[in-house]
């Protein structure tokens, strides 16, 4: 699993977005279909309105798939 242990905040328009729950994506923090072998699955979001948002990269935060600080804690 990549992980990154920073979030990836940016502003989004709405629509829907999807993000690699998996950490294999090359897309990160959005999925490519890398999830195939390993079982997991990507979260699907819509978001309304323009808007920032810190989507979680370390893969481990309790608000999937948005980040919640809990990379902090990580080595």
Same mark, same amino acid.
């Given at each position: 699993?990549? &992980? ?6 940016m /502003? ?13 994506? &090359? ?10 072998? /390993?079982?997991?699955?990507?979260v699907?979001? !819509?978001?309304?309105? !323009? ?7 370390? &893969? /481990?935060?309790?608000? &999937?798939?948005?980040?919640d600080?809990?990379?902090a804690?990580?080595?």
């Amino acid at each position: 699993m990549n &992980k990154n242990n920073h979030p990836f905040v940016m /502003t989004v328009k709405p629509g829907c977005y999807v993000w690699c729950s998996c950490g294999e994506s &090359k897309a990160q923090p959005f999925c490519d279909g890398s999830h195939g072998p /390993t079982g997991m699955r990507p979260v699907f979001v !819509e978001i309304t309105e !323009e808007k920032q948002v810190a989507w979680c990269g370390c &893969k /481990t935060s309790a608000g &999937k798939p948005f980040c919640d600080g809990s990379h902090a804690k990580l080595a």
